[in-house]
């Protein structure tokens, strides 16, 4: 079974992680968040479950999970 990708553009991002833009832009050049993947020509977004990935291990972080 093909399992549909859900991608998340800028606003949602900066949604989901409280950031401004150009503090996303500093983490993903840092390598702390995900890149973000072209979908067209000028577009981009992100991989939702790279996202998601992401804040799990934030929050393992802070519980001190390995």
């Known amino acids: 079974m093909t ?3 859900k991608f998340l553009r ?3 991002v900066i949604q989901a992680t409280g950031w401004s833009r150009a503090t996303i832009w500093r983490k993903v050049k840092a390598g702390v968040l995900p890149a973000p993947i072209p979908i067209g020509p000028k577009s981009i ?3 939702a479950e790279e996202i998601a990935q992401w804040q799990q291990r934030c929050i393992d972080a802070r519980r001190g999970v390995a």
């Open 3 to 5: 399992t549909t990708k």
């Open 10 to 12: 800028l606003p949602a």
């Open 45 to 47: 977004a992100w991989d």
